[in-house]
């Protein structure tokens, strides 16, 4: 079996983890789920990382920051292979994302109130009246964040 050539500057992983901030083990996840094609190979049969390895390991780094799922990931990356294609399904995956992002905000908010709320009826004197080991104790009675 021939094996593609490298380009000149293709580079190894250690350094393609580097240069793209992904850790080596992540790269070879990728590559093993399909989000990162296959690198060519020296004849030592070590990977070399081209330019748009680095790129494309770079966009999936920071969809992975921006919290999307490695199926959107991987749907994204296939738009972004077909540009003459319509942005309707990337815009209809950042409404998604944003859907979630704005629900676990909502989720986060009543999670401040009800801490913000159990510290201020504290009496800071014995446990034996503590509103904050009340509430945790017995959330239901309290309102307490299902």
Known sequence: MER??????AVPIGDAARL????????????????LPAPAR?????????GTDLRRLA???HARELGFDVDAIRTLLSLQDRPEQSCASADAIARA??????QRMAKLKALEDELTRMIDECACGRVA???????LAEPHRHGALA
């Not at 593609?4 to 500057?9: D, I, L, N, Q, V």
């Not at 992904?22 to 989000?35: D, S």
């Not at 009246?129 to 509430?135: A, D, G, K, L, N």
Request: net charge positive.
């Open 4 to 9: 593609e050539k490298a380009p000149e500057t």
């Open 42 to 50: 020296t004849e030592g049969n070590r990977r070399l990382y081209a």
């Open 20 to 35: 793209s901030g992904v850790k080596v083990p992540t790269i070879r996840y990728y590559e093993q789920i399909g989000l």
């Open 129 to 135: 009246e503590c509103r904050v080991i009340e509430t």
């Open 59 to 61: 966009f999936i780094r």
């Open 97 to 102: 994302r944003l859907a979630e992002v704005r």
